[in-house]
Antibody, heavy 119, light 107 residues
Framework: EVQLLESGGSLLQPGGSLRLSCAAS????????MSWVRQAPGKGLEWVST????????FYADSVKGRFTISRDNSKNTLYLQMNTLRAEDTAIYYC????????????WGQGTLVTVSS | EIVLTQSPATLSLSPGERATLSCRAS??????LAWYQQKPGQAPRLLIY???NRATGIPARFSGSGSGTDFTLIISSLEPEDFAVYYC?????????FGGGTKVEIK
């Protein structure tokens, strides 16, 4: 079965930086778009960013554009999210998610990693 | 940005009853809509995609319908494990957006 394992979550101060990783296995990673979706405590789901299979195309939510960068290393089957200039409102569980077929629906999700931004 | 409005916010039902959840889009998303289920402490699970296609392993009691701006998720007979929060999501336009969720709780 497909596995997605996030890591890198932490407690940090506003203005700080963090890189999340998502290790993928048991599917052809280089053939699928991948995304990050977050969920603030007690709130709903918010799409953050998507990267195409070959990393040529990226998309971002307005709330993170210019501060977050999505990337992938297909040789390592790993997805990344570089998060800069963090704000309190970025506090959330961050999930990596695999796109189904060529469509941007998410058929597999990781367990999530918690990012807390607080002074 | 396409806004997805889910209703009701909370649905109180008993096991065995039929659940009808609604998702309305602020503009047409054609059939480019999915439904997810999320239980406390767990990641979401894809139930339905392209408005009416069940994802792999999803029981037949879950069905989706609709196109354009109005969509429905029906759970024909609630099982104890179906009490959860349900989200819709559109992929028709960037940014991808989710609805605010409907909580199906035990009455």
């Amino acid at each position: 079965e497909v596995q997605l394992l996030e890591s890198g979550g932490s407690l940090l101060q506003p203005g700080g930086s963090l890189r999340l990783s998502c290790a993928a296995s048991r599917f052809t990673f280089s053939s699928n778009a991948m995304s990050w979706v977050r969920q603030a405590p007690g709130k709903g789901l918010e799409w953050v960013s998507t990267i195409s299979p070959g990393a040529s195309t990226t998309f971002y939510a307005d709330s993170v554009k210019g501060r977050f960068t999505i990337s992938r290393d297909n040789s390592k089957n790993t997805l990344y999210l570089q998060m800069n200039t963090l704000r309190a409102e970025d506090t959330a569980i961050y999930y990596c998610a695999k796109a189904i077929e060529t469509k941007n629906y998410f058929d597999y999700w990781g367990q999530g990693t918690l990012v807390t931004v607080s002074s | 940005e396409i806004v997805l409005t889910q209703s009701p916010a909370t649905l109180s039902l008993s096991p065995g009853e039929r659940a009808t959840l609604s998702c309305r889009a602020s503009q047409s998303v054609s059939s480019n809509l999915a439904w997810y289920q999320q239980k406390p402490g767990q990641a979401p699970r894809l139930l339905i995609y392209d408005a009416s296609n069940r994802a792999t392993g999803i029981p037949a009691r879950f069905s989706g319908s609709g196109s354009g701006t109005d969509f429905t998720l029906i759970i024909s007979s609630l099982e104890p494990e179906d009490f959860a929060v349900y989200y819709c999501q559109q992929r028709n336009n960037w940014p991808l957006t989710f609805g605010g969720g409907t909580k199906v709780e035990i009455k």
